[in-house]
C-alpha cells in the first residue's frame, strides 16, 4: 500500500483545513486507516482512525468535535476535515494504513505511512 497526503498549509486559528490521502495497492474493507500528527518535539500520536468500511470512528480527546475522518472508497482516498484549528494543532499530519481486523489510535495497528503534510496554525 501506498499513501500520498496532500492538503496541509497555514491557516489562522478557527480556521480549517481538509487533508486528503490517496492510497494504492491491495485495499481490503476491514483495514484501518487513520491520521497521526507529529508536534514539534513530541512524539507522534493518533489523532483519528476509521476503518475502510467506514462505521466505528475513533479520536484523540484532543481533537474530538473538531476533526472528523472520512473516507471516498471509489476514489481509495481518506480525508481529515480539521475545523475549528488551535495552534496546538500545528504539525505534520501523516496518513497511515493497517491491515484488517483490529483498529484504533496506535501507531501497532498501522504497517504503511505516508511522508506527510505540513500544518500550520498561528
Known amino acids: 500500500v501506498q499513501l500520498v497526503e496532500s492538503g496541509g498549509g497555514s491557516v489562522q486559528a478557527g480556521g480549517s483545513l481538509r487533508l486528503s490521502c490517496v492510497r494504492s495497492?491491495?485495499?481490503?474493507?476491514?483495514?484501518?486507516v487513520g491520521w497521526f500528527r507529529q508536534r514539534a518535539g513530541e512524539e507522534r500520536e493518533g489523532v483519528a482512525a476509521?476503518?475502510?468500511?467506514?462505521?466505528?470512528?475513533y479520536y484523540a480527546d484532543s481533537v474530538k468535535g473538531r476533526f472528523t475522518i472520512s473516507q471516498d472508497n471509489a476514489k481509495n482516498t481518506v480525508f481529515l476535515q480539521m475545523n475549528s484549528l488551535k495552534p496546538e494543532d500545528t504539525g505534520m499530519y501523516y496518513c497511515?494504513?493497517?491491515?484488517?481486523?483490529?483498529?484504533?489510535?496506535?501507531?501497532?495497528?498501522?504497517?504503511?505511512w505516508g511522508q506527510g503534510t505540513q500544518v500550520t496554525v498561528s
Open positions: 495497492g491491495y485495499i481490503d474493507e476491514r483495514d484501518c
Open positions: 476509521s476503518y475502510t468500511s467506514g462505521g466505528v470512528t
Open positions: 497511515a494504513a493497517g491491515g484488517p481486523g483490529s483498529c484504533g489510535l496506535g501507531s501497532l495497528f498501522f504497517h504503511a
